[in-house]
């Protein structure tokens, strides 16, 4: 079973609506993010958590929100979405460990605004 | 400003050698990371270099220089299955991960 799970895979919406993306973890990690990937452009940050109480903004957090659940879940909603938000979603989660703090990905959510 | 440079595209051919170049200009170091990524699927870890030098694991290397921003990451024995994009990270001196737009790597037969 796959360590870090997304639902749904794929999203065709509206303009206006509002969608809950969601992120599921098995590896016991208290870091979490969400990142968006376009084409030809590098993954920017949304969201990110280190626990449950913790939430940050990343680089490009409006238009978006996030609910940490639980350590193991990570939700990305978008209040009222726009074609400019089409982009493939990435959740990934990572644990310090010494210096390093390797994220491991989720398989994505590809969402389409129409 | 924050920055990580990386070509755009390469090309190779099945069975050489490639170099995939990554220049950094950040807030800090804490480590840089590889990351392959094939297309519409999820970046998976290749490597991780803090300390200066080279690190081999298997076909693929990779070689920090802090003094210089720069690290390569080396493909040996090209196979088909390597076709992919190739994303350098940072992680910067607040260890959040700077990512650099990433390089796609085309192999011929």
């Known amino acids: 079973d796959a360590d870090v799970t997304q639902t749904p895979r794929n999203r065709i919406t509206k303009t206006g609506k509002r969608i809950m993306l969601e992120c599921s973890q098995t590896k016991g990690h208290d870091r979490m993010y969400w990142y968006r990937q376009d084409p030809g452009l590098g993954l920017r940050l949304i969201y990110y958590s280190f626990d449950v109480k913790d939430i940050n903004k990343g680089e490009i957090s409006d238009g978006y929100s996030v609910s940490r659940q639980a350590q193991a879940k990570f939700s990305l909603s978008l209040e009222s979405a726009i074609p400019n938000q089409t982009a493939l979603y990435f959740c990934?989660?990572?644990?310090?460990?010494?210096?390093?703090?390797?994220?491991?990905f989720g398989p994505g959510t590809r969402l389409t605004v129409l | 400003g924050q920055n990580i440079d990386q070509p755009t595209e390469m090309t190779a051919t099945e069975g050489a050698i490639v170099q995939i170049n990554c220049t950094y200009q950040t807030s800090g170091f804490n480590g840089l990371f590889w990351y392959q990524q094939h297309a519409g699927e999820a970046p998976t870890f290749l490597s991780y270099?803090?300390l200066d030098g080279l690190e081999e694991k298997g076909r693929f290397s990779s070689f920090l220089s802090r003094s210089k921003g720069y690290s390569y990451l080396l493909l040996k024995e090209l196979q088909m299955k390597d076709s992919a994009s190739y994303l350098c990270?940072?992680?910067?001196?607040?260890?959040?991960?700077?990512w650099g737009a990433g390089t796609k790597l085309i192999i011929k037969p």
């Open positions: 990270a940072v992680l910067d001196s607040n260890y959040q991960l700077i």
């Open positions: 990934a989660t990572s644990e310090l460990a010494g210096d390093t703090d390797t994220q491991y």
């Open positions: 270099n803090v």
